[in-house]
Nanobody, 121 residues
Framework: QVQLVESGGGLVQPGGSLRLSCAAS????????MGWYRQAPGKQRDLVAA???????NYADSVKGRFTISRDNAKNTVYLQMNSLSPEDTAVYSC???????????????WGPGTQVTVSS
């Protein structure tokens, strides 16, 4: 079984920064795309940023220029550096990973439990 564990959430003042981490562990041959999603109360879960194995990135318009996604393939870990945070960024942030357990095998997808990010003065 593959597990994803997020860390780095918390309470931060408007204009502040946080860095989220998500580490994958378990029966993994290779991880393809990894991404961060967020869900605010009463809203649907939306993509924040995604990154492929070779480093290609994709961002939601609302975070472009403020958030940076990166990954360490050797550690099966994805990061999200969040700068210039505003109250509108308050949400539960979850990571997602698409991976294979063996060469040429089917692709699976797992979610982490999420970490709360609260931006408030």
């Amino acid at each position: 079984q593959v597990q994803l564990v997020e860390s780095g959430g918390g309470l931060v003042q408007p204009g502040g920064s946080l860095r989220l981490s998500c580490a994958a562990s378990g029966s993994i041959f290779s991880i393809n795309a990894m991404g961060w999603y967020r869900q605010a109360p009463g809203k649907q879960r939306d993509l924040v940023a995604a990154i492929t194995r070779d480093g290609s990135t994709n961002y939601a318009d609302s975070v472009k220029g403020r958030f940076t996604i990166s990954r360490d393939n050797a550690k099966n870990t994805v990061y999200l550096q969040m700068n210039s945070l505003s109250p509108e960024d308050t949400a539960v942030y979850s990571c997602n990973a698409r991976y294979r357990k063996r060469p040429g095998g089917i692709e699976y997808a797992n979610w982490g439990p999420g970490t709360q990010v609260t931006v408030s003065s």
